[in-house]
Nanobody, 127 residues
């Protein structure tokens, strides 16, 4: 059974940091590009970051560039999103997602292409 489980969310003050983790099971992670998405109350879901199958290529939403770092550990079937200098506008439910891709060195943030999704983890940035 395919499963993605996020963890690491929580309440943090502005300027703080969090590391989100996503554990994958039921499929071979090496064949999938990974994306992190978020959805704030009353807003549409948006792509935050992606990483290619090989880990060579990454992509970021402009507003998080320089603050967030995506990574993956295929051997452990784990994906991560390190978030620093968090801002109140980063408050959202964060989801990890996987998209089977034939291309080892590309990724995108087109949510409709992602087949598997986690349940999400809440990140709240507030003083």
């Amino acid at each position: 059974q395919v499963k993605l489980v996020e963890s690491g969310g929580g309440l943090v003050q502005p300027g703080g940091s969090l590391r989100l983790s996503c554990a994958a099971s039921g499929f071979t992670l090496d064949n999938y590009q990974i994306g992190w998405f978020r959805q704030a109350p009353g807003k549409e879901r948006e792509g935050v970051s992606c990483i290619s199958r090989s880990g060579i290529r990454t992509g970021y939403l402009n507003s998080v560039k320089g603050r967030f770092t995506i990574s993956r550990d295929n051997a452990r079937s784990m994906m991560y999103l390190q978030m620093t200098d968090l801002k109140p506008e980063d408050t959202a439910v964060y989801y990890c997602a996987a998209n089977r891709s034939p291309y080892p060195a590309s990724c995108d943030l087109v949510s409709g292409r992602y087949e598997y999704w986690g349940q999400g983890t809440q990140v709240t940035v507030s003083s």
